[in-house]
C-alpha cells in the first residue's frame, strides 16, 4: 500500500527506463476491502500529455492498446500525509487544520492527501489554497483537479476552504480571464483572486487560525516553495508557523 502524496516509477513495455507520475487517488481505492465494489482496485496517476517522453507517450496510447498489458511498479516518495509517524515533530496530535498550498501540476500529490482525509480524517479543518496558470476557456472546471477538490467540500466530505489563485499564462492574453469573486463549483464555494499568492497573502490566511495547531503542505515551483516558506516560517507576529509543521515538495 501506499501513503497520499506518494509516486510511481511505473515501468511499460518496451520502454527500459522507468517514467515517474504522482499518484492522485487514495490508498482506499486500491483496497480490495474498500466500500465502493462497482469497479476493481485501481490506482490512478497523473500523467501529462508529452510526446516525448516514451513511458508516458505509451501511456497515452488508445485504451485498447494498453488495456490487460502487465506493468512493473515501485513506490517512492516521502512528501505523504499523515506525516512519517517516525518523527515526533510531525504527529498529528494537536493539528487541527491542514494548509494545502498548490502552485500548478503541484496539486497533484495533493489531491491524494485530500481524498485519504475524506476517507479517514474528516475531523480536520482544510483550507486549501491554489495557485495556477488560467484554462484558455476561462472556465473553472478546466482548472486542473479543481472541480474533484470542490466535489469533497461540496459533499461535505471535508470541511473548510478553496481559494484559487490565477493569473495569465506569459504570452496567452487572448485567454479568457476568469471573473474574480465568489464562484460556486461542484456545490462548494471557491473564492477566486487574479493575483499572484503572495506570502503576506498566505500568512493571513494561516493567521486566521492558531498556527500551533496549523500543519501545511507546499507543493510547487522552487521559487515559489521558498518564498512561501520563508514568509510562513520567519518571525515577528502570531502568524509564525514552526518549520517542521511545514512540509514541501519542490517541483522544477
Not at 516525448?52 to 490487460?68: E, S
Not at 515526533?88 to 500548478?104: E, P
Not at 485519504?116 to 473553472?140: E, H, I, N, W
Request: glycine share 10%; aromatic share 6%; hydrophobic share 40%.
Amino acid at each position: 500500500m501506499f501513503s497520499p502524496g506518494q509516486w510511481l516509477d511505473t515501468y511499460v513495455p518496451g520502454v527500459p527506463k522507468p517514467g515517474g507520475f504522482t499518484i492522485t487517488s487514495a490508498p482506499s481505492a486500491a483496497s480490495a476491502s474498500r466500500r465502493d465494489q462497482s469497479r476493481p482496485p485501481f490506482l490512478e496517476l497523473a500523467v501529462q500529455h508529452s510526446p516525448g517522453n516514451a513511458v508516458a507517450a505509451w501511456l497515452w496510447q488508445p485504451a485498447p492498446r494498453v488495456l490487460g498489458c502487465g506493468l512493473h511498479v515501485r513506490i517512492g516518495g516521502s512528501f505523504v500525509f499523515p506525516p512519517p509517524p517516525s518523527s515526533a515533530d510531525h504527529s498529528l496530535d494537536g493539528i487541527r487544520r491542514v494548509v494545502f498550498v498548490a502552485g500548478g501540476v503541484g496539486v497533484n500529490p495533493l489531491v491524494s492527501m485530500l481524498r485519504f482525509m475524506a476517507d479517514a480524517r474528516p475531523d480536520l479543518d482544510v483550507c486549501v489554497v491554489y495557485a495556477t496558470k488560467v484554462p484558455r476557456s476561462g472556465q473553472l472546471c478546466d482548472v486542473l483537479f479543481l472541480e474533484t477538490m470542490a466535489e469533497l467540500l461540496g459533499q461535505g466530505r471535508l470541511r473548510g476552504t478553496l481559494g484559487l489563485y490565477v493569473t495569465r499564462a506569459h504570452g496567452c492574453e487572448e485567454t479568457v480571464p476568469v471573473e474574480e469573486g465568489v464562484h460556486t463549483l461542484c456545490g462548494a464555494r471557491v473564492d477566486v483572486s487574479a493575483a499572484r499568492l503572495s506570502g503576506d497573502e498566505l500568512r493571513r490566511l494561516v493567521k486566521d487560525t492558531d498556527p500551533e495547531s496549523t500543519l501545511v503542505y507546499i507543493c510547487g515551483p522552487p521559487a515559489m516553495t521558498d518564498q512561501l516558506v520563508a514568509a510562513l516560517t520567519a518571525a515577528g507576529d502570531v502568524s509564525t508557523v514552526d518549520p517542521r509543521r511545514v512540509m514541501t515538495e519542490k517541483w522544477w
